[in-house]
């Protein structure tokens, strides 16, 4: 097992702690990050092993997550959109395009992502999918645009499916140098814009049948489910970064302690749920997943107000941590965000002023 003994992890988060100070200011791709994450072994966590990753249990996946965001949400919301790329490889029933993909991975020659929320969440409402798949010799042919390809310029693979005229998906392992791939500008984000995270347009691309991970199916995607802990994980890891943040300034100002310690309870608290969780045999229940993810944003975004709020003036400079700590809180307000979390979020808007 590729893992880490908690002297390795201090080593890491404190170097990745240090590539992320001036990584906003840059924008941009985090190399030398991820970098740190391949040296240590982590990216092969998710590749299985007979394809020769050397893949860990789900709660130490949840934990190193956590970790990781404290320390550079960025790099880890990135390695997250790697690992949904492999995990949707993992379980093709295309035996000779999951092998040749996976080692291909776990030797680290090339990156995946994924563009897959056209088939879930974004852009449903509309009339004609957002990416359509017309079936036509050897293939098909794609049409259309991919929203929200995090790393879509740095990628060599990109899963993402479409819409047949029957209403069935496919999911397929898409080339980015395939003729008719464009990947577009990445627009200006609130934060995390080092994701390079982009809009993908497919003119009439040619897909053959050997690049099919899964498909055709009404729902493509409900093999493997969906976000899970992983959300929670980050938001929690994001809400720690803004704790430590503000335990620093209580070192200083008696009056922060009370504060801190309370948010650092709650913190503690929701982490031994999810770990929880992720060390269960059976699959989480979406109700405990939900009640987790909107207790894990709420916190995200909590500990930013209070490490602002802490900083006083400094805290409102662009340039500060607990700036940036707020803008990154709000991803957890958009990202993979389900209907009920939403809705719990904005009743507590609502009523924050009673």
């Not at 970064?241 to 070192?251: K, T, V």
């Not at 939900?290 to 995200?300: D, F, I, P, S, V």
Request: hydrophobic share 45%; net charge negative; proline share 5%.
């Amino acid at each position: 097992m590729a893992r880490l003994n908690p002297d390795r992890w201090e080593v890491l988060l404190g170097r990745l702690r240090a590539h992320n100070a001036g990584l906003e200011a840059a924008g941009e791709w985090p190399s030398a990050s991820w970098d740190l994450l391949r040296e240590a072994g982590i990216l092969k966590w998710f590749v299985p092993a007979d394809c020769g990753g050397e893949p860990v249990e789900d709660a130490e996946i949840q934990a190193g997550y956590l970790r990781l965001a404290s320390a550079c949400l960025t790099v880890t919301f990135i390695l997250t959109q790697r690992n949904a790329a492999v995990a949707r490889i993992a379980i093709s029933r295309n035996v000779e395009l999951r092998g040749d993909l996976l080692r291909r991975l776990a030797e680290e020659a090339i990156f995946a992502t994924v563009g897959i929320s056209h088939l879930t969440t974004s852009r449903q409402h509309l009339a004609i999918p957002a990416v359509q798949a017309i079936p036509v010799s050897g293939g098909w042919r794609f049409r259309g645009e991919v929203p929200w390809v995090t790393g879509a310029a740095r990628a060599d693979v990109i899963v993402t499916g479409g819409v047949q005229p029957d209403d069935r998906q496919v999911l397929v392992a898409l080339e980015r140098t395939t003729p008719g791939v464009r990947v577009q500008p990445p627009p200006r984000l609130l934060a995390l814009n080092e994701s390079w995270t982009a809009t993908v347009t497919l003119d009439d691309v040619f897909v053959a049948e050997e690049r099919l991970l899964l498909g055709p199916e009404e729902n493509v995607l409900k093999a493997g489910g969906a976000g899970g802990l992983t959300t929670s994980s980050l938001a929690l890891g994001s809400a720690l970064n803004s704790i430590r943040g503000l335990e620093a300034e209580a070192g200083r100002r008696e009056a922060l302690r009370e504060p801190a310690a309370n948010l650092r309870e709650t913190f503690e608290r929701l982490q031994d749920g999810l770990l929880a969780l992720a060390a269960r045999d059976e699959p989480a229940a979406a109700e405990e997943l939900e009640t987790l993810r909107r207790h894990a944003n709420a916190l995200a975004l909590n500990a930013a107000q209070a490490w602002l709020s802490a900083s006083k003036g400094a805290g409102f400079l662009a340039s500060h941590p607990a700036s940036r700590a707020i803008r990154e809180a709000q991803f957890f307000q958009v990202w993979s965000c389900p209907q009920d979390v939403l809705t719990a979020a904005l009743q507590a808007f609502a009523c924050a002023g009673e």
